[in-house]
């Protein structure tokens, strides 16, 4: 008798938790045919919202509308790479005017800060930034920007000097912030799994959602391994097995032991609420966490064939030679 | 020699965009920053191709021979994106390039500055509002 | 008092439940044939799309780069080319080792990234299907609508994709001219235009068929035709293929600084 009771109670209940675990929140009404929350579509993460806190605004997390306003149009001037005069920010002859390198129009760089108006992306640490890096990490944030710089001397002696972007092997690792163009990603989901494809360097990403193992620690990839699952209508996406193979294959001053997790939630027809948090001891003292919101792109997604076209790397090399010989014909 | 450069730009320290380290590339590496140059001529070939389109003119010298120059855009995918297609610079358009000179010495140029001989910028805004 | 335990026990149980439950497979997607998983070729089409002897390799790798026999998988086993278009071939053939653009780690096309000897992933979405082929990370994003012309050529092609039954059909366009078919020099010219059919046979078989029709290099429309074997291996996954590291010596090598003696 009490052995029925509790069956019953027990089916109701699992049955009412269930069916709550599965009503959708409130106006969410995006649901694939078999019944995950749908995230698919034509996405692009592009913002003028900086990964950290200016100092103009320490301690204000968020701006007003006018603020908010007056902010991205100077974000926007200071991506204009158009205004080329003596006191610009894109003075000619100067470094910053060559690495600029190109009219705007070939930019992507986004025309909004994020939608609700925050001065930072990070929103963890509270104050906007990066949590301080270990010894380790800053004398490796160090190594990694005088080798980017020693790439504009035009010495190098092989590829190898040069980092993964410019060798078209992938630009940028894991996570993706807005960067200079090619800001768009697909989602396409079956069951079982959800396909990211970037734009940038037409990586796939692949997220199986049916709880297997990550791959041994012996096996790295240059965009890792990732392992999906729901909580709720949230995708959360644990990202592990980086490789440290090459300058540029990890995010920032990352190491291939990074943890990253991502979270997808469906926030209406035209946006993901996208938030990464990273966790790296040998790195950063802390995990930290960033919000970079993914809206629809009404446009498509082009293939972006690097390495087949990648003229200027063959012409940075051949500088780099034609400096010797020109070296080499000084000394008698 | 380019270990003042060097030291000059250890202390400028300073690259355009607000992109992580691992973003960049060595534009100045294969333009060189002490050779600007500008150039009119009449667009022969558009390869719109990635990571760069490269946009091939013919210029006129002064003495009347014809030199052949490629000059580096960057990547057709945002342009596409705006509503511009392969047709959008059409072979015979005379164009203005404001840039650097390649570093090895072949008729390469960034085109730092294209435009029009009007002076509009070449490929204004397109059709897609952002 | 027990029974009140027990309704707490249950909640907490069905919210772990609810929270964990893997996403369902499913054999059909709006009607049609699911055609996601990883699937492989199985043949020697890679080395020669046309029926051939056993050959070697080069000759310092001894038979480790030596090619198999193959059974060919064109209908009609002839590869119609045009007359000049066939020295073109041959040319190819002859300098298959350094000339074959996957050497250096370029995006092998269609459908040679269908049938290289590696496994591919197909995604089948609800208004896009994706392909992933782990060499050179090639991609296709097939359209399931309509979404105009491609603007530019390119590596893998422009495809859009429709159901006819149980058979997807894609349709593949805007190519470069710059892919082969094969290892043995097998091309086309930019008027390249692909059509293929994925045909479920059973849950762990496509029969996939690929009409090649390019005007300026074929004199008619040619098919090849071949099983996709499901891969069944436990946990089966997609592995990266990132090559270019291995190929910047050949494409760059001539431009490393040689240390003097």
């Known amino acids: ?18 069916l709550l675990a599965a009503v959708p929140v409130e106006g969410q009404v995006f649901t694939t045919p ?46 204009n790479t158009d205004i080329r005069t003596a006191d610009s920010d894109y003075t000619p002859g100067t470094l910053r005017d060559v690495t600029a390198a190109y009219n705007t129009i070939w930019y992507d760089r986004g025309e909004r800060i994020v939608a609700d108006r925050r001065t930072s992306l990070v929103i963890n640490p509270a104050d906007g930034k990066v949590p301080e890096l270990t010894p380790a990490g800053a004398a490796r944030k160090v190594d990694l920007r005088e080798a980017d710089l020693r790439e504009d001397l035009g010495r190098a002696d092989s590829w190898e000097d040069f980092s993964a972007y410019v060798r078209c092997i992938i630009r940028s690792g894991l996570p993706r912030l807005s960067t200079g163009y090619n800001n768009n990603y697909e989602i396409v989901q079956t069951p079982g799994l959800v396909a990211i494809y970037q734009e940038q360097m037409h990586d796939i990403r692949l997220i199986p959602l049916d709880g297997r193992p990550h791959l041994p620690g012996a096996v790295r990839q240059w965009l890792g391994d990732s392992r999906g699952h729901w909580e709720g209508d949230t995708l959360v996406v644990e990202t592990t097995n980086f490789t440290d193979q090459a300058r540029g294959s990890l995010f920032l001053e990352a190491t291939k032991d990074m943890v990253l997790v991502e979270r997808f939630t469906r926030a209406g027809a035209d946006m993901i609420d996208y938030r990464f948090t990273i966790t790296d001891p040998a790195t950063w003292t802390s995990s930290w966490t960033v919000a970079l919101p993914w809206n629809r792109e009404p446009g498509l997604i082009y293939e972006y064939a690097c390495h087949e076209g990648n003229h200027g790397l063959m012409n940075s090399l051949s500088a780099a030679r034609a400096a010797d010989e020109a070296e080499a014909q000084e000394q008698p | 020699m380019y270990s003042k450069l060097a030291m000059v730009i250890a202390v400028c320290g300073l690259v355009a965009a607000p992109a992580p380290a691992s973003a960049h590339h060595s534009f100045a590496g294969e333009f060189d920053i002490n050779k600007p140059i500008q150039l009119q001529g009449t667009v022969t070939k558009v390869e719109w191709i990635n990571p760069h389109a490269w946009i091939h003119i013919d210029v006129t010298q002064p003495d009347g021979s014809v030199e052949s120059w490629a000059i580096e855009g960057g990547t057709p995918n945002s342009l596409f994106r705006r509503g511009f297609t392969r047709d959008s610079v059409k072979i015979g358009t005379v164009i203005n390039v404001d840039g650097y000179e390649s570093r090895d010495g072949s008729r390469k140029a960034n085109g730092r500055d294209l435009t029009l001989p009007d002076g509009t910028k070449l490929l204004m805004a397109g059709s897609r509002p952002n | 008092m027990i029974s009140i335990a027990a309704v707490v026990l249950v909640v907490a149980l069905g919210m772990e439940l609810a929270g964990q439950a893997p996403s369902p497979t499913a054999e059909r997607i709006q009607g049609r044939p699911n055609l996601s998983g990883i699937w492989q070729a199985v043949n020697e089409a890679n080395w020669d799309l046309e029926a051939h002897e056993a050959r070697p390799g080069p000759s310092q790798f001894g038979a480790l780069f030596s090619e198999p026999a193959g059974l060919g998988v064109v209908v009609g086993n002839e590869i119609p080319y045009n007359a000049s278009a066939l020295e073109q071939k041959q040319e190819n053939f002859a300098n298959r080792w350094t000339a074959d653009p996957a050497a250096k780690c370029y995006m092998p096309g269609v459908p040679r990234a269908t049938y290289m000897p590696f496994p591919f992933q197909i995604i089948q979405g609800t208004g896009k299907i994706v392909i992933a082929y782990p060499f050179a990370s090639a991609t296709r994003l097939i359209h399931m609508e309509d979404v105009g012309e491609s603007p530019v050529d390119t590596w893998m092609g422009w495809s859009h994709g429709r159901w006819e039954g149980d058979t997807l059909v894609v349709d593949v366009t805007s190519f470069v001219d710059q892919t082969w078919f ?28 690929a009409t090649i029709e390019d005007p300026t290099v074929f004199t008619r429309p040619w098919t090849i035709r071949m099983p996709l074997y499901r891969r069944l291996d436990e946990n089966a996954q997609l592995l990266e293929f990132k090559c270019i590291p291995f190929a910047e010596e050949l494409v760059y090598g001539h431009l490393r600084r040689q240390v003097e003696n």
């Not at chain 1, 009771?5 to 938790?17: K, Q």
């Not at chain 3, 290892?183 to 496509?206: C, D, K, M, Q």
């Open chain 1, 1 to 18: 008798m009490r052995w029925r009771y509790l069956d019953l109670t027990g089916f109701l209940t699992v049955g009412v938790v269930c």
């Open chain 1, 34 to 79: 078999w019944g995950d929350p749908d995230l698919q579509g034509t996405w692009t993460n592009r913002t003028l919202t900086p990964l950290e806190r200016p100092a103009e605004f320490e301690g204000k997390p968020t701006l007003t509308e006018a603020e908010a306003l007056e902010w991205e149009a100077r974000l926007r001037d200071g991506n």
């Open chain 3, 182 to 209: 094969d290892r043995a020099g097998n091309f086309h010219s930019a008027a390249l235009h692909v059509v293929e059919r994925y045909t479920p046979t059973g849950p762990n078989i496509i029969q996939y068929e």
